[in-house]
């Protein structure tokens, strides 16, 4: 397993805060055990600090759940490229599987604006997009996912090295199977404030999508998990033209 080194200065003794399968379980939504859970990136692109990226999952309701992400360049990179893109995700839970009912995608990067806005007619088998006020409607059966649905799907389900997981995505006008496919156990090491520090073992998984994402474009990325009971996002990697953008976890509150 090869040994990769994070500065991870607020949350190293958080990521240590014991988590059981049985505890996630006692969630009042089984599909989407991070209900209360509040996660920060700082985003980089190469070596160069851009800004940050939050993650905030909340309960809507009896079987319902939404996720708000906010991702935002610095004050200095705003020099270059000011992002200030929004996400909201919601969805209910179907049993123990998760059915996405709304995607909503505000970009606003330089001088590109979009407003992108997906309703999941599930119980009609249909899906209505629309960009930028056109709206178009596809047939889509029940079952189907948002991208962000399908990444905390992959968050709570068994993953072992080798695997490749199909889930179906509904995502900028595209119906797909996404491929997620487990590539190997590696080793990040977290430091501390104190300036201690601990490896924490990771899965490293590969999502082959092929529509673009908050702060990336269509293409590779690379997500390590953490090798335990939450499948904390550590690190995050996507391969844009120019160079790549790294999200690394620097802040966790745990769901109640």
Not at 185 to 196: A, F, H, I, K, R
Request: aromatic content about 10%; charged content about 25%.
């Amino acid at each position: 397993m090869r040994l990769w080194r994070i500065d991870a200065f607020l949350i190293a003794a958080v990521l240590l805060l014991p988590l059981s399968a049985a505890a996630a379980a006692q969630s009042p939504l089984s599909c989407m055990p991070f209900t209360g859970e509040r996660m920060t990136f700082e985003v980089g692109w190469e070596f160069i600090n851009a800004g940050t990226a939050t993650m905030v999952v909340s309960h809507r309701g009896a079987h319902a759940y939404r996720i708000d992400t906010l991702a935002k360049t610095n004050k200095f990179f705003d020099l270059f490229k000011k992002v200030r893109d929004t996400i909201v995700s919601e969805g209910l839970c179907r049993g123990d599987r998760a059915q996405s009912t709304v995607f909503d995608l505000t970009q606003h990067e330089n001088t590109y604006h979009a407003v992108k806005k997906t309703r999941f007619l599930w119980q009609r088998g249909k899906v209505e997009y629309t960009h930028d006020g056109k709206t178009d409607t596809y047939d889509v059966p029940a079952g189907y996912l948002n991208v962000m649905d399908a990444f905390y799907t992959v968050r709570r389900l068994p993953l072992k090295v080798g695997e490749v997981l199909r889930l179906p995505v509904f995502d900028s006008g595209k119906k797909y199977d996404v491929e997620v496919h487990v590539l190997k156990t590696e080793y990040l090491y977290m430091q501390g404030s104190n300036g201690t520090g601990k490896r924490i073992p990771c899965l490293v998984i590969e999502p082959r999508l092929k529509t673009a994402g908050i702060f990336s474009s269509v293409g590779t990325m690379k997500i390590w998990l953490s090798d335990d009971a939450r499948r904390l996002p550590i690190q995050m990697k996507a391969k844009i033209k120019i160079g790549h953008i790294v999200a690394r976890l620097i802040g966790y509150q745990p769901a109640p």
